[in-house]
């Protein structure tokens, strides 16, 4: 599981959410590291989320492999509603407020707009995520999406509360490598 490379405006925190932006320089930089890294992977797969930044990604991974890649809207980062697009400073001076009712209700609260909830979030995630597992069972697969989905799906195979979600860090460009067994979940790698 990676997480796209670095985006456009990046040095001012942005909320992207479900908005459209480019890699930079170093953002195919990091991917190209990544795919170098993959590239003796035996992947039966590829599967991004269908914004540019992770598509972009999964294709510069896909350059070793002949496999077929897979653009999934369901595996887009969260839907941020009124906060799309602006920076974090931004959303903590224009809306104190409403962060502070989020902070209390970090799992069900949904920004204004039409945003979803983290709840909501993630069982979009989970419900695709699960899916994609029982077509690909045995087979090595790589899912290049967003920061957020990364750390739902990390919360389910660590077992942790969606409560939990920013208590690990991704970074632009990292890898997580999880296996899944029949009866058991092996986190080998968070945010290598």
């Known amino acids: 599981m990676i997480r796209h490379g670095q985006i456009d405006g990046y040095q001012d925190f942005p909320v992207y959410g479900h908005t459209d932006v480019d890699l930079t320089e170093v953002g195919n930089m990091q991917i190209k590291q990544i795919s170098e890294r993959l590239r003796l992977v035996d992947l039966k797969a590829i599967y991004s989320s269908d914004l540019k930044r992770s598509k972009t990604s999964a294709s510069l991974i896909a ?23 602006m920076t974090l400073n931004d959303i903590q001076n224009r809306f104190p407020e409403e962060l502070k009712k989020r902070q209390a209700d970090l799992v069900n609260y949904r920004i204004p707009g039409g945003a979803e909830s983290i709840g909501l979030f993630s069982n979009r995630i989970t419900d695709c995520f699960e899916h994609i597992l029982s077509d690909n069972s045995g087979n090595d697969i790589a899912i290049v999406a967003h920061g957020g989905v990364n750390r739902i799906i990390l919360c389910k195979a660590l077992g942790l509360d969606i409560a939990n979600i920013f208590n690990m860090h991704q970074d632009y460009g990292c890898l997580n490598i999880i296996d899944y067994f029949p009866d058991s979940i092996l986190v080998r790698l968070i945010n290598g």
């Open 63 to 85: 350059r070793y492999h002949d496999v077929p890649v897979f653009s999934l809207r369901e595996l887009r980062e969260m839907y941020f509603g009124d906060w799309e697009g």
